[in-house]
């Protein structure tokens, strides 16, 4: 019976290492299915983020970010088509990194397979390679073709000598970099000693052969600075001890022939003299700004030192390290066209450069011209030329540069193609003037930049294109847009003197000898024109100019000396400005006090109609004051304009009010120029009124500046205007007026419009009559005189204001009317009239 009870003690052993066994496979199938549901939101929550990342390069194609996140949530689906064609859309607007080629080889040598897999593979190495320099890719590139290009596998003779020369192309990149080059040396020996290995049982002179080469990289790596040559050394050492089966630990530079010595220790001098420069472009602690200027510092002095392949491998790696500086990519290519001048690195440097910085106008402008340089087609011109027309720029005028170099290039190919091209040539460069026209004009009127661009299109169009009418039609535009400008007359008037139209250039001085142009533009052609007809008219014709060019010189000289005699007068003190002075006391002067002071009653024996008399003298004295007040104010007013006339400040309004100087100042770096920054603030909180006035040293500055204007700052768009204190100053006395009834009296209406002394410009119908200006005193004149004109109809606006009918006005008494009271106005008066007799 003690038999079975055991085998019932065993029984129930095993029934609970079941249980527990049981219990452990559904605890793990609820670990798995929580694990399978957690897997299941996982792939839910990506699939979202995927297509809320498609959808946001739907609406905005050129965001980065955006891109690189897209191409890491297409990793974990593994979907290679996807990949590739998200990588490559992204190349073609952005420049990929070292580490993101490398990413792209690996994911499509891992999911293909093939030789058209090897052959895609190796052609993304090399676009890679091509971006930037980067060590660590060129080592992946060449140990992936060691490991599957067949040929090299085999050992064939084709297969070493690709492998060889491909190792070399790394060296010529990479080999000179001074902390990582060494890397690149030590796979090219690793693979030659491989090749020993392979051929240990063949004939011994391929054994020597491939010592040889050994050998042959050793020395060569010695004698270039690294980082780790002593190392290097070491190993070399080593490696002629166990081929010649020698030992010289004692003495390392004894084992190796002095030719070898010699080149390590000036390697050695030359790396111990950058040390310094290394060490400050590898710290991590300092800006991006600091780390440029250590680059720079760094290129400064390995030019100095004459090796420009030493020079090149340094500007390499800064603009991999900060590829979207563009004062380095300027200064690399344009050291690469001084120095290396080798076509095919000078194109590739622009074209790197353009993709990096393609805001940069200067880079576009640089790569066509080395294009043409290195004689590009027209196909690979226009295409560039295309793609800089996307970009966006800083200001128009290097749009202008981009322009006119593309027409530089046209003009040059235009004259050395044959006459089956002309055509087409010229109609190309044509196009190509309208577009920049059509563009620029709104942007840069009256400016030198587009009368040089509209000059420039009408001498082609007469010399290259033959056709007269085109280049007459190209001035007439430039008219339309800075007819202001004297320069664009002259101009025009230059090329119909060149072409032998006298006649054509006489009537735009017709046109033109009237105008108004600034500083002295107006007499300047006057006396053009004067030149002209000496030169080249009749003498008639020389009549007939001074006919029409002495009045308006005359008038001009008037002009000038009102404004040099206001300046005069204003220099004097004055006694009336003393501050103590009463204002009602102030406004009582000269005529205001004859308009206040009461009529005088009517004697007897006075004349028949004493009102007329009495208005006629008055209106002479009024006339004859307003006169001399208006010349006053509007000298006043052009001496005013003369000292702001070359005051370059802006206006700034909606300002944020936590914007200060240094906002300021940041927010037109670029224009440059700023002189002075006024914050305007309310004079009893201190707080800013969202107001500033910013002076620049030159016109030019103010001229960008403006072209700021709605930018953002601080999250607001600020507006920009030309500061102009005159205008400003004219409303606030206009408003003042307004507010003092009593100056009414006393001011008229040929004061407050000033626009006749400011404007001398000769009155149309008045030159038909009589071919002479007529000045804004001579109503004055007249008066004095005693020529009494009656103001009526148009000429309303001479009136003064005195004479004007204020409301209330009565008509005084006359005698005669005095009679006529007498005259009875009904029956009850005529019956007192009767008694009264």
């Given at each position: 019976?003690?038999?079975?009870?055991?085998?019932?003690?065993?029984?129930?052993?095993?029934?609970?290492?079941?249980?527990?066994?049981?219990?452990?496979?559904?605890?793990?199938?609820?670990?798995?299915?929580?694990?399978?549901?957690?897997?299941?939101?996982?792939?839910?929550?990506?699939?979202?983020?995927?297509?809320?990342?498609?959808?946001?390069?739907?609406?905005?194609?050129?965001?980065?970010?955006?891109?690189?996140?897209?191409?890491?949530?297409?990793?974990?689906?593994?979907d290679i088509e996807k990949m590739r064609k998200a990588r490559e859309d992204m190349n073609a607007l952005f420049p990929l990194t070292p580490s993101m080629w490398s990413e792209w080889a690996k994911d499509e040598a891992s999911l293909t397979t093939g030789s058209e897999a090897y052959d895609a593979i190796v052609k993304l190495y090399e676009r890679g390679v091509n971006e930037y320099l980067s060590v660590s890719l060129w080592c992946d590139y060449l140990k992936y073709v060691e490991e599957h290009d067949p040929a090299v596998q085999d050992f064939s003779p084709e297969g070493l000598s690709k492998m060889r020369n491909l190792y070399e192309r790394a060296l010529t990149a990479a080999g000179l970099h001074v902390t990582e080059g060494k890397k690149i040396w030590e796979a090219y020996r690793e693979f030659e000693n491989n090749l020993i290995t392979a051929h240990h049982e063949e004939n011994t002179e391929r054994q020597e052969e491939q010592e040889r080469h050994i050998r042959s990289l050793y020395r060569r790596q010695l004698s270039i600075p690294h980082a780790d040559s002593e190392?290097?050394?070491?190993?070399?050492?080593?490696?002629?001890?166990?081929?010649?089966?020698?030992?010289?630990?004692?003495?390392?530079?004894?084992?190796?022939?002095?030719?070898?010595?010699?080149?390590?220790?000036?390697?050695?001098?030359?790396?111990?003299?950058?040390?310094?420069?290394?060490?400050?472009?590898?710290?991590?602690?300092?800006?991006?700004?600091?780390?440029?200027?250590?680059?720079?510092?760094?290129?400064?002095?390995?030019?100095?030192?004459?090796?420009?392949?030493?020079?090149?491998?340094?500007?390499?790696?800064?603009?991999t390290d900060f590829p979207l500086s563009s004062d380095l990519w300027l200064d690399y290519t344009c050291y690469l066209e001084q120095t290396l001048k080798v076509p095919k690195i000078v194109i590739g440097a622009y074209s790197r450069a353009t993709r990096n910085c393609p805001w940069i106008g200067k880079l576009w402008v640089q790569y066509l011209l080395s294009l043409e340089r290195s004689h590009a087609s027209e196909l690979e011109l226009a295409t560039v030329y295309e793609q800089s027309l996307l970009c966006s720029f800083s200001s128009f005028e290097e749009y202008l540069e981009l322009f006119l170099t593309r027409i530089d290039g046209l003009r040059r190919r235009f004259s050395l193609s044959g006459s089956a091209e002309d055509s087409l040539g010229f109609s190309v460069i044509r196009e190509t003037f309208q577009r920049a026209a059509d563009y620029l004009s709104p942007n840069l009127k009256n400016t030198n930049g587009l009368l040089h661009m509209y000059a420039y299109w009408a001498r082609l169009e007469w010399e290259l294109g033959k056709d007269l009418a085109a280049a007459r039609g190209v001035w007439e535009s430039l008219l339309k847009i800075s007819g202001s400008m004297l320069e664009a007359w002259e101009g025009y008037v230059k090329m119909e003197i060149e072409t032998g139209h006298i006649d054509a250039a006489r009537s735009i001085y017709k046109r033109c000898y009237s105008k108004r142009f600034m500083g002295t533009g107006s007499e300047d052609i006057c006396h053009s024109w004067l030149r002209f007809e000496r030169e080249f008219g009749t003498l008639d014709d020389c009549?007939?100019?001074?006919?029409?060019?002495?009045?308006?010189?005359?008038?001009?000289?008037?002009?000038?000396?009102?404004?040099?005699?206001?300046?005069?007068?204003?220099?004097?003190?004055?006694?009336?400005?003393?501050?103590?002075?009463?204002?009602?006391?102030?406004?009582?002067?000269?005529?205001?006090?004859?308009?206040?002071?009461?009529t005088p009653k009517r004697q007897k024996g006075a004349a028949e109609n004493p009102v007329q008399a009495t208005e006629t003298e008055t209106e002479k004295a009024v006339v004859s004051t307003v006169s001399q007040n208006t010349l006053d104010q509007q000298t006043k007013s052009s001496s005013n304009k003369e000292l702001y006339k070359d005051q370059c400040t802006a206006f700034l309004s909606n300002l944020h009010l936590q914007v200060k100087d240094e906002h300021l100042h940041s927010f037109f770096d670029d224009v440059g120029g700023v002189s002075a920054i006024r914050v305007l603030k309310d004079k009893y909180t201190g707080k800013s009124r969202g107001l500033a006035?910013?002076?620049?040293?030159?016109?030019?500055?103010?001229?960008?500046?403006?072209?700021?204007?709605?930018?953002?700052?601080?999250?607001?768009?600020?507006?920009?205007?030309?500061?102009?204190?005159?205008?400003?100053?004219?409303?606030?006395?206009?408003?003042?007026?307004?507010?003092?009834?009593?100056?009414?009296?006393?001011?008229t209406a040929a004061t407050e419009s000033t626009g006749t002394l400011e404007d001398p410009k000769i009155s149309t119908e008045h030159s038909k009559e009589s071919g002479a200006p007529l000045p804004a005193s001579a109503a004055a004149v007249d008066s004095k005189q005693g020529d009494r004109h009656e103001l009526k109809g148009k000429n309303t606006f001479a009136v003064p204001r005195n004479l004007a009918r204020p409301l209330g006005w009565t008509k005084p008494v006359t005698k005669k009317e005095e009679e006529n009271d007498e005259v009875p106005k009904s029956n009850d008066e005529f019956r007192k009239m009767l008694l009264k007799k």
């Open positions: 019976m003690a038999e079975p009870a055991k085998d019932f003690e065993t029984l129930d052993v095993d029934m609970d290492e079941v249980e527990e066994e049981a219990k452990q496979d559904i605890q793990s199938s609820d670990s798995s299915d929580s694990d399978s549901d957690s897997d299941e939101d996982a792939a839910a929550d990506d699939e979202q983020q995927l297509q809320t990342l498609e959808k946001e390069l739907a609406e905005n194609p050129s965001s980065y970010d955006a891109h690189v996140q897209y191409i890491k949530s297409l990793r974990k689906f593994g190392s290097t050394l070491v190993a070399y050492t080593n490696w002629e001890s166990l081929q010649q089966q020698k030992t010289s630990n004692s003495a390392e530079l004894e084992a190796i022939p002095s030719v070898v010595a010699s080149a390590y220790k000036k390697s050695m001098e030359i790396y111990k003299a950058r040390v310094y420069h290394e060490e400050k472009i590898s710290k991590q602690d300092m800006s991006e700004t600091d780390k440029v200027k250590n680059y720079m510092t760094y290129l400064k002095f390995e030019q100095s030192s004459g090796d420009p392949s030493r020079v090149q491998i340094l500007y390499e790696r800064a603009v009549d007939h100019a001074v006919k029409k060019v002495t009045p308006r010189l005359e008038e001009l000289q008037l002009y000038k000396q009102q404004q040099e005699a206001r300046l005069v007068a204003e220099s004097v003190p004055r006694g009336d400005d003393n501050p103590a002075k009463k204002p009602s006391q102030k406004r009582k002067t000269g005529i205001r006090q004859t308009d206040e002071q009461p006035y910013v002076d620049f040293t030159k016109a030019e500055y103010l001229s960008k500046a403006l072209a700021k204007n709605k930018k953002l700052l601080l999250g607001k768009k600020v507006s920009i205007v030309r500061s102009n204190p005159q205008r400003n100053k004219n409303k606030e006395s206009s408003e003042k007026n307004r507010r003092e009834p009593g100056d009414n009296k006393t001011r």
